[in-house]
């Protein structure tokens, strides 16, 4: 039997806990099917004659401002359409994702969010059969974090 659906809002803070980030900004986007994050540098290089896919993460911008440096061999390339419509090869990784204490398997694409808003874009491949999407909410694990200390403290 499966997980009742939970409630996300709009944006959300998540963990990234194989790139030891915690407290990431990141924006739903139903519109989105693959979730992207902000990366750097990115160089496809070859170590003891295996591919290897370098890059930087910029952290959350708020307790972290430094970007560092990761590798990987798994990964794969893939032909993503932005929000304005045009089409670009994009390096996609898998890793986990904590979002609401609910850890997750999934993929993201590695892409400069640099000017945007949000470092993290969390897309359909991880919001399917798992959210609820209301779009008049944020933050709501903030929130329920808040409650939880509220209601301990009150014992």
Do not use: W
């Not at 992207?36 to 290089?45: A, H």
């Not at 949000?118 to 779009?135: A, C, Q, S």
């Amino acid at each position: 039997m499966s997980k009742p659906l939970q409630l996300i809002g709009r944006q959300d803070f998540i963990h990234l806990p194989e790139f030891g980030l915690k407290g990431v900004a990141a924006k739903v986007d139903t519109g989105a099917y693959t979730s992207s994050i902000n990366c750097s540098k990115v160089k496809l290089t070859k170590v003891d004659g295996v591919p290897t896919l370098n890059f930087q993460l910029s952290g959350n911008k708020i307790h972290e401002k430094k970007a560092r440096k990761f590798s990987t061999t798994t990964f794969k390339k893939k032909k993503i359409r932005s929000s304005n419509g045009v089409t670009e090869e994009r390096y996609i990784i898998k890793t986990s994702v904590v979002i609401m204490k609910r850890r997750f398997n999934t993929e993201f694409s590695l892409s400069d969010r640099s000017k945007m808003k949000f470092p993290v874009l969390l897309g359909r491949k991880v919001l399917t059969n798992r959210f609820i999407v209301d779009v008049s909410q944020k933050d709501i694990s903030l929130k329920l974090t808040s409650k939880n200390i509220k209601a301990d403290s009150a014992e």
